[in-house]
Nanobody
Framework: QVQLAESGGGLVQTGGSLRLSCVAS????????LAWYRQAPGEERELVAL???????TYADSVKGRATISKDTAKNTVLLQMNSLKPEDTAVYYC???????????WGQGTQVTVSS
């Protein structure tokens, strides 16, 4: 299993930036997708961005051009840089990892991002 711990959330004004960090531990050799999801109050959890083992990346349309996902393999860390933040980006952001042979993500505890208007 993979354990994930997010950090970097907080309160930011519209137009500001945040960098979220997620440190992974455990069975990392078996991970082929690292992802960021978010969940706003009353909404379903949605994908923000993911990076695959081959470094290919997928972004949600809502964050394209404003988000950058990256990984630091040496530090077992996946980062999410968010720029030009909007109030609708307010949510709990979760780090997730998907292992080969599994259909379910492992999840972190989440970090709150609040964008004030």
């Amino acid at each position: 299993q993979v354990q994930l711990a997010e950090s970097g959330g907080g309160l930011v004004q519209t137009g500001g930036s945040l960098r979220l960090s997620c440190v992974a531990s455990g069975r990392l050799f078996n991970v082929y997708v690292l992802a960021w999801y978010r969940q706003a109050p009353g909404e379903e959890r949605e994908l923000v961005a993911l990076i695959r083992r081959d470094d290919s990346i997928t972004y949600a349309d809502s964050v394209k051009g404003r988000a950058t996902i990256s990984k630091d393999t040496a530090k077992n860390t996946v980062l999410l840089q968010m720029n030009s933040l909007k109030p609708e980006d307010t949510a709990v952001y979760y780090c997730a990892a998907l292992e080969f042979g599994s259909s379910q993500y492992s999840w972190g505890q989440g970090t709150q991002v609040t964008v004030s208007s």
